[in-house]
């Protein structure tokens, strides 16, 4: 394979993973229904979702910090994304029993290689750490810059996690 195929595929690979027409992210967390509202008065918009993206690490069993991930918060049903399965499931309908399940992208086992499906690892944000069951990786790329690997969580669990109710870091639109 050459360059340009290669770059190809990282681009295909990295296009089909979400589906929207246009995404805006924001260098911080601000209002989900605000940004929803100031969308929906463009002329044209469609469907729009906020997520909420937080920065998070993994604590390791020996109190070691691990590798950085970028843990999003999303609709499970969301018609905004499209991401194969590497090894277990995604997630099922928010559930008070499934509250802290995540979906991590493949590559953290790059770094994290004793992660597993059914497995429980403890991550970490701003301070606050919280046990996630693992039920699922999918094929993903790492986050752009030093975000590091995607993880998917249900939006209500991230919000409660980061402490940022109602707020989102990106907003999906459809036109």
């Not at 109190?63 to 997630?91: A, H, M, Q, R, Y």
Request: aromatic residues 8%.
């Amino acid at each position: 394979m050459n360059v340009r195929a290669a770059i190809a595929t990282d681009v295909v690979g990295l296009v089909s993973m979400e589906v929207a027409d246009l995404q805006v992210r924001t260098t911080q967390p601000y209002d989900a229904r605000g940004l929803e509202r100031r969308a929906e008065t463009v002329a044209g918009i469609g469907t729009i979702e906020s997520r909420l993206g937080v920065p998070v690490t993994r604590v390791r069993s020996d109190g070691v910090e691990g590798e950085p991930l970028t843990l999003t918060g999303l609709d499970v049903n969301s018609p905004f994304i499209e991401l194969d399965l590497f090894d277990g499931e995604w997630l099922d309908t928010p559930q008070s029993f499934n509250r802290y399940h995540i979906v991590l992208g493949h590559t953290i086992l790059d770094n994290e290689p004793d992660i597993d499906v059914g497995d429980t690892i403890t991550l970490k944000h701003q301070g606050t750490e919280q046990d996630w069951l693992v039920v699922g990786f999918v094929w993903a790329k790492n986050a752009p810059g030093n975000a590091g690997v995607p993880a998917y969580s249900y939006y209500e669990s991230v919000e409660t996690f980061a402490n940022m109710p109602d707020m989102a870091t990106t907003l999906l639109i459809d036109l």
